[in-house]
């Protein structure tokens, strides 16, 4: 059925038993339980059964551990694990920002993003200014055009019923 694993472990079961008991943190723990069924001495094949997942990702989990231990296994998450980057625009500046997008003075992303180049010389990129306005919860909300040629009395009559 396949030979053991080798590695060469720097944390008992217990230790890793325990490490997988405190972490929160759900891909994390998932990592930390197929360690420590590893170390009791489970073939990769039940360690996939036991915890389920991919036997590749086992595979990657005991190279990782190889390369950094423990350490680097639980760093290597994916999401939310950082805090990302400043922001470019200080508060006052994203302030003054906001104050423009509730004016109504933006019809499109890149309309704001020209003004904030124009105005303060920093350059975002389409994404980056639309994470920060979706942040800030601002919406680019102006009203629908309206043809040259519609008739606003006329309009409010046929809403009326008349």
């Known amino acids: 059925m396949g030979q053991r694993i080798q590695v060469e472990w ?11 008991q405190q972490e929160r943190h759900p891909q994390r723990r998932t990592r ?13 094949e039940e360690v996939v059964a036991k915890v389920g997942v991919a036997y590749r990702s086992v595979q990657n989990w005991l190279g990782w551990y190889r390369v950094g231990g423990v350490g680097e296994v639980c760093r290597r998450v994916t999401g939310y694990h950082s805090q990302g980057v400043e922001a470019y625009l200080n508060a006052l500046q994203q302030q003054a920002l906001a104050a423009k997008v509730a004016l109504g003075e933006f019809r499109t992303v890149w309309d704001a993003v020209q003004w904030v180049e124009d105005r303060w010389g920093i350059r975002y990129s389409y994404h980056g200014l639309y994470a920060l306005l979706k942040r800030h919860a601002l919406h680019l909300k102006v ?9 606003p009395q006329q309009q409010e009559a046929w809403k009326k019923g008349g």
């Open 10 to 20: 720097h944390e008992t079961a217990d230790e890793l038993k325990q490490l997988y």
């Open 32 to 44: 930390l339980q197929a360690l420590w069924h590893l170390r009791q001495g489970d073939r990769i």
């Open 143 to 151: 009203p629908r055009p309206r043809s040259d040629k519609a008739d």
